[in-house]
């Protein structure tokens, strides 16, 4: 429901993401994040992902009270195939011309990818407002994934890609291919005002592998950097988590999936590597989505109290559990040395820092992590320099 000032205030701003409150995701959690940090009253149109998502209505919160009208587009959810993302397109606009009927017409548009359906939205409607200024952020690089992969969904046919093909070749420009992905990028390269990126690798990454060069200076023309945004104190503190943490130990958290590419494998063998008078003074909590899993490892059950497993916390539970930690964990995504610098920073940094807790970044150099101001740090696949933060912290 709208707050007193969201429901006073016309909405002079929309914002398409296909993930938002109430629901639990990464994407949905930054972009409300970057909602409350413009400060102004908006409508939302996102997705209806009750099928893949649950629910948390305590998300709701940190947009800061800013949404006047929310529309859940009950389109199939799917992340990439051309079908949903039209039909989310269709709805979608369809919502936003409807509520510009009942108010002045919307002077910004915003619009966050991941999802990629986020941007084919973003583009259907700039197209219909051209007057309207769109500012579209990239949450990462849509088209290639952490190991330089080529992400790969075919766009089909329809009545919405003849017109986007028509739309962007009327700006001298084309759109390469048949691939949803890189579609979501080059759209918002031709057609937005203003591209955010999280961070410089990110930028420049995804610029070099633009198809067209002419189209990769125009991006950097309308390229601005923006870090994920770090919430006031208030919000770490908005939920007291229950969560015990033993007496004479030191608490090492870690919140996030355990990735091929992002694994707590050296954490585990530093561990495992320890001294057991010197582990018996460290635990490190990890809070992830394959409890089950791990919980049965062998060598995460020979660590004992030293290393427990848990589910996932919900978000506000989460900010106020890094305050309650000794010391927050962070690893970088390891990348090929075909991909480059790393262009990924974990979007939980933004939310470590508003914790005043120190933080250790297990980091790839040149990566953005790597840039970051951390307590503690120790290069990826380095067990001993691992051994050495744990003990450092065991000892603090």
């Not at 997705?47 to 389109?75: E, K």
Request: glycine share 6%.
């Amino acid at each position: 429901m709208p707050t007193e000032f969201a429901a006073t205030h016309r909405a002079s701003t929309l914002v398409a993401s296909y993930c938002f409150p109430p629901y639990s995701d990464t994407a949905a959690v930054v972009a409300a994040k970057r909602v409350r940090e413009q400060g102004q009253a908006v409508d939302v149109i996102y997705n209806a992902m009750d099928s893949v998502r649950t629910p948390d209505p305590s998300l709701l919160s940190l947009c800061g009270g800013l949404v006047r009208r929310f529309a859940a587009i009950p389109s199939p959810t799917h992340f990439s195939k051309w079908g949903p993302v039209t039909a989310f397109t269709r709805l979608g606009l369809d919502q936003a011309l409807e509520w510009e009927e009942e108010q002045e017409p919307y002077e910004r548009l915003y619009s966050r990818a991941h999802f990629s359906a986020s941007h084919i939205l973003g583009a259907a409607y700039a197209l219909a407002r051209p007057e309207v200024r769109w500012t579209a952020e990239f949450s990462d690089p849509l088209s290639h994934d952490v190991l330089g992969r080529v992400r790969r969904a075919d766009v089909t046919d329809n009545a919405l890609s003849a017109q986007l093909r028509r739309d962007v070749a009327a700006r001298g420009f084309h759109l390469p291919g048949d691939n949803v992905f890189e579609w979501a990028e080059v759209l918002p390269f031709v057609l937005a005002d203003e591209l955010i990126f999280t961070n410089p690798n990110q930028r420049d990454i995804m610029l070099e592998r633009c198809h067209d060069p002419q189209l990769a200076e125009l991006a950097a023309t309308k390229a601005t950097v923006s870090p994920h945004p770090t919430l006031p104190r208030e919000y770490y503190h908005g939920v007291d988590s229950g969560y015990e943490l033993a007496e004479g130990r030191k608490h090492i958290g870690y919140f996030g999936n355990f990735y091929a590419n992002r694994s707590m494998q050296t954490v585990v063998d530093a561990l495992g590597a320890m001294p057991a008078q010197l582990r018996a003074k460290v635990t490190v909590h990890v809070f992830t989505n394959k409890v089950a899993q791990l919980q049965q490892d062998p060598e995460i059950v020979a660590l004992g109290d030293s290393m427990v497993v848990r589910p996932y916390a919900q978000f506000l539970e989460f900010l106020n559990l890094c305050t309650k930690m000794d010391c927050l964990l962070v690893n970088d995504a390891v990348t090929p040395a075909e991909v480059g610098v790393n262009p990924f920073l974990p979007s939980k940094i933004s939310d470590y820092k508003g914790s005043g807790t120190p933080v250790w970044g297990i980091v790839e150099p040149g990566s953005r992590l790597d840039l970051e101001r951390l307590t503690y740090r120790s290069p990826v696949d380095h067990v001993s320099a691992a051994l050495q933060v744990l003990a450092q912290v065991a000892h603090g």
